[in-house]
């Protein structure tokens, strides 16, 4: 029960300083962009005006709900790390959590990433529900891939890790029939390159706090 409310703790720390930075990485970053093709989106659709008269109204609910929900993703994802940590027998500190932080980035970002990149608003995109399904598919196969890779101490092991995380991009990631966008390709480029770097910071910032705050509490547990 004592670690249980420790692991609770550490996440909940890690997780609040993390998704906080990650929402105002999202909010500088991603945001403008996304707005911008919104109203291109909008035009296209002949709303314009309405969704210009909502913008500045929209955007104070629009930070609040992004730091809440980074934040709540942020304890979760580090409750992954902690549980991950402890199965494999591994001792947590910060420079070994900003490994985990690049295995969650590998697994939740760059793996789906390849076949399924960020897109703004006005995009044509496949059926959600077979998008949902192969995303799912990638990180479930990713992470058991990278699990035989790192703890299988074997060349078969390696090498069947190697094969399971590339089954997901054989299969292929669905695509829409049409690949087109309202907005300019350009601003497409730049989304993907901003979001990859937000998530990037967010993993390694995440796995980093999660490791010190781990460490720490041990120290301060032992008699």
């Given amino acids: 029960?004592?670690?249980?409310?420790?692991?609770?703790?550490?996440?909940?720390?890690a997780g609040m300083?993390?998704?906080a930075l990650a929402a105002l990485l999202h909010q500088a970053l991603t945001v403008p962009l996304i707005l911008r093709a919104e109203v291109l989106e909008e035009t296209a659709a002949g709303h314009a005006?309405?969704?210009a008269r909502g913008n500045d109204q929209e955007s104070v609910v629009r930070l609040a709900s992004t730091v809440l929900t980074q934040s709540l993703a942020a304890i979760g994802f580090s409750l992954l790390l902690l549980?991950?940590?402890v199965v494999s027998r591994s001792r947590l500190d910060a420079r070994r959590g900003?490994?985990?932080g690049l295995a969650g980035f590998a697994v939740f970002f760059l793996a789906p990433g390849l076949g399924l990149p960020p897109t703004l608003p006005g995009a044509q995109e496949a059926a959600l529900p077979d998008r949902q399904l192969w995303w799912w598919l990638t990180v479930l196969l990713t992470s058991a891939g990278l699990a035989l890779a790192?703890?299988?101490?074997?060349?078969?092991?390696?090498?069947?890790?190697a094969v399971?995380?590339?089954l997901p991009h054989i299969i292929g990631a669905p695509q829409p029939i049409e690949h087109a966008s309202v907005a300019p390709e350009e601003w497409t480029q730049r989304f993907v390159a901003t979001a990859a770097l937000g998530n990037l910071l967010f993993w390694l910032l995440l796995g980093?706090?999660?490791g010190f705050f781990q460490a720490r509490m041990q120290e301060d547990s032992r008699p």
Avoid at 1 to 13: D, K, P, Y
Avoid at 150 to 161: C, D, E
């Fill in 1 to 13: 029960m004592r670690l249980f409310r420790r692991l609770v703790l550490v996440a909940t720390l």
């Fill in 49 to 51: 005006d309405a969704h």
């Fill in 17 to 19: 300083l993390s998704g």
């Fill in 83 to 85: 549980s991950a940590s």
């Fill in 164 to 166: 399971v995380v590339l």
């Fill in 150 to 161: 790192v703890f299988g101490r074997r060349w078969y092991l390696l090498l069947a890790g």
């Fill in 208 to 210: 980093g706090l999660t």
């Fill in 98 to 100: 900003v490994a985990w």
